[in-house]
């Protein structure tokens, strides 16, 4: 089974997912993808050896993007910390097979815009006392697919933004590529 992974940033949920994989011959990560070219995630491809694709908003709406996926004969689309809103020609392509990570208990702290400091800023916020992890199907609205998954942890009212991400990143580098394996299997 082919994974591609689509990363905006750092990409440490992308090194998790080869890492827990890579003695797991039946599943391979074929590439990862990105949409910034100064995104964190090519160096962790150049490092772990995994081609990465970085494109531009052309080669989305051209279809090129698409088009390399299914050249990659692709089972499964992970994206993690990916920033951009799935075209819906995605997401009708492969029904069930987007999946997403929210660092947030949804559907509190979601929608466009809301991503990395600024979820944890607004748990903050508004003095909730847990977070965590949510992972869904992407349909073609910003973190509203089927939720697959769930995983919380306390915060504290002394936690910071930054507290909370560090729980939060736990969570996401635990269970993210357990769940993956089992939509695979
Ligand atoms: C994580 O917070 C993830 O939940 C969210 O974007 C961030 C990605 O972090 N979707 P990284 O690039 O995997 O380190």
Same mark, same amino acid.
């Given at each position: ?34 949409? #910034?070219?100064?995104?964190? /995630?090519? &160096?962790? %491809? ?5 081609? $990465?694709?970085? +494109? ?61 400091? #600024?979820?944890?800023?607004? /748990?903050? &916020?508004? %003095? ?5 992890? $949510?992972?869904? +199907? ?48």
């Amino acid at each position: 089974r082919n994974i591609v992974i689509f990363a905006s940033g750092s990409g440490s949920n992308a090194e998790q997912i080869v890492n827990y994989f890579r003695e797991k011959e039946s599943v391979k990560i074929v590439a990862f993808f990105t949409n #910034n070219a100064s995104a964190g /995630v090519i &160096e962790r %491809g150049r490092r772990l050896g995994i081609p $990465t694709v970085v +494109f531009g908003p052309e080669a989305q709406k051209s279809g090129a993007v698409l088009q390399m996926m299914v050249d990659l004969k692709t089972d499964l689309i992970v994206l993690a910390g990916y920033l951009k809103l799935i075209p819906s020609e995605w997401v009708s392509a492969y029904p069930n097979k987007i999946v997403n990570i929210h660092p947030a208990l949804l559907p509190k702290h979601g929608g466009k815009g809301m991503y990395g400091m #600024n979820v944890h800023r607004a /748990v903050v &916020e508004n %003095g909730d006392t847990e977070s965590g992890i $949510t992972i869904h +199907f992407v349909n073609d609205k910003y973190d509203e697919g089927q939720v697959i998954f769930q995983a919380s942890t306390a915060v504290e009212s002394f936690d910071t933004p930054e507290d909370v991400q560090r729980k939060v990143q736990v969570l996401e580098h635990k269970h993210f590529p357990a769940e993956i394996e089992k939509l695979l299997s």
